[in-house]
């Protein structure tokens, strides 16, 4: 019962260089989105993927670029990593169509610095 | 499209009761509510479906006025555990899901 595993916990790069952050869910959801959160400005959706095959940009997508690989992954990747892209990051899932128009399960989160 | 919070911070003593307010401009289909401990991530407290309507989780409770736009939260007879930062959600149309802007709670011995 994994739930939403998101890799890595910690990451510190330099400007400029690029990553990818990973996230899988086990849980067979449709939907699954990534926040960045920085102090003070709450939880904010930087892209979503409503199914597999589709993406979509949030509020703040400038710097960004996810892959919807399959139903399971969702990956962010940060081509030219910016000090302004320091922040902890948030992915998770749901299944919108549920029942009880199902609440969000989420990652530990990955606190990425930028120097 | 981020709902707004009120208040951002509020501290409270042991036993004392409180209550967040959720309010959008967009219409709100419905609202869920989380809380978020530091160095962790949300934890979901409840969703509220339809207009009006009030659900409770020990002494959490909220309502929903689908109307006004608005969602409340409310924390009685608070304990120390209660501490944390309490977002509210809604999903937007195409299955985007937005957070407010946080009320962070501090519960004093």
């Known amino acids: 019962n994994a739930g939403v595993t998101q890799t890595p916990k910690f990451q510190v790069l330099k400007t400029g260089q690029s990553m990818t952050l990973q996230c899988a869910q086990d849980m067979n959801h449709n939907s699954m989105y990534w926040y960045r959160q920085d102090p003070g400005m709450g939880l904010r959706l930087i892209y979503y993927?409503?199914?597999?095959?589709?993406?979509d940009k949030g509020e703040v997508p400038n710097g960004y670029n996810v892959s919807r690989l399959n139903k399971r992954e969702f990956s962010l990747r940060l081509e030219s990593a910016a000090p302004s892209q320091t922040s902890v990051y948030f992915c998770?899932?749901?299944?919108?169509?549920?029942?009880?128009?199902?609440?969000?399960?989420f990652g530990s989160g990955t606190q990425l610095s930028v120097l | 499209q981020q709902p707004v919070q009120s208040p951002q911070a509020v501290i409270l003593r042991e036993g004392e009761d409180a209550v967040i307010n959720c309010s959008s401009s967009k219409a709100l289909y419905s609202v869920h509510w989380y809380r978020q401990k530091h160095g962790e991530a949300p934890v979901f407290l409840m969703i509220?479906?339809?207009?009006?309507e009030q659900k409770g989780h020990e002494k959490i409770s909220a309502s929903f006025n689908e109307k006004k736009q608005q969602s409340s939260l409310y924390l009685t007879a608070s304990q120390l555990s209660y501490s944390g930062t309490y977002f509210c959600g809604s999903q937007a149309p195409g299955n985007q899901f937005y957070f407010g802007t946080g009320t962070s709670l501090t519960v004093i011995p």
């Open positions: 998770a899932s749901r299944n919108p169509a549920g029942p009880s128009n199902e609440k969000l399960f």
């Open positions: 509220l479906l339809k207009g009006g």
């Open positions: 993927s409503a199914s597999e095959g589709t993406t």
